[in-house]
C-alpha cells in the first residue's frame, strides 16, 4: 500500500465509549413509541443514519404509503433525538481509551484523522465539545494546525448514510487526498467495514470496542480485526 495520508473512524463503539448507550437509546425510543422492533434487529441497524432506522421500522409497521407515515416517522424521530440528546449532553462521555494519543501521533506524522458517524450534527456537535474534539474546528468542521481532529462529517450531511461510501470521499474532499487507496477506515460495525469496501479504502479495520463482536464482524470486508483503536499503530506502522 502507498503511504497512508487519511485515516477515518467512527465515533461511538470506536473512538467514544458506548456502553449501549446509542443500542439503549434506540430500544427507550421504540418502546416509548409503540414501535415494533425487536432487540436483534435494532443491533442489525447500528452504525447506519439514525433517521433511516425509524424509517424504516415505522414503515413496517405502519405500511407502505400510510397516512401520516411521514408526520409518525418524524415523531418517533424527534423523541430519540431528545433522549439522545439529553443523554450526551447529562451523562458522561469519554474517549475511548488510547484515542487521543492516536490522533495526535498520527497528525504529527503527516496522517490527517477524520471523524464520521451516523449521528447527526446536534448531537456529534455536543459530544465533540464535551470532549473538547472540537478546538479549532472551522464553520465547515475543518481543523487546522491547533486542532484535535481535521474534520468531523455527519450522516446527515451526505446524500446516503452507512454503508455508502459518501462519509468517506467527502472527507477525502474536504482534506485534499485524492487516491482512495491511501485512506484507511476504522470502526465497529459491520456498515463501517461495508462504507469502507464500497469507498475502496486500501486499510479496513473493525475494532471490538463497541457494537460488534470478532465473528460477526469477520463476516464483512476488512484487512485488519483489532481490540480497540490503541492497536492501530501495529496496522499503519510505526507512528511517533
Known sequence: MATLELLVFDMAGTTVEDN???YNTFMKTVAECDIEATG????EWMG???RDVFEYFVTRQEGEG???LDAKINEVYAHFRGCLEDHYRN?????VEGAEDLFSKLRKG???VALTTGF???VTDIILGRLGWDKCLDENHVGGAGSIIDVSICADEVPQGRPAPDMIHKAMGLLGVLDVHVVGNVGDTKVDLLSAHHAGCGI???VLSGACDAATLKEYPHTHIIDSVADVPEVVGSIS
Request: without cysteine.
Open 120 to 122: 447527526y450534527r446536534t
Open 40 to 43: 436483534d434487529e435494532v443491533r
Open 204 to 206: 479496513n479495520v473493525g
Open 110 to 112: 503527516g496522517i490527517q
Open 91 to 95: 451523562d458522561p462521555v469519554k474517549a
Open 48 to 50: 447506519r443514519r439514525k
Open 66 to 68: 400510510a397516512p401520516g
Open 20 to 22: 449501549q448507550d446509542v
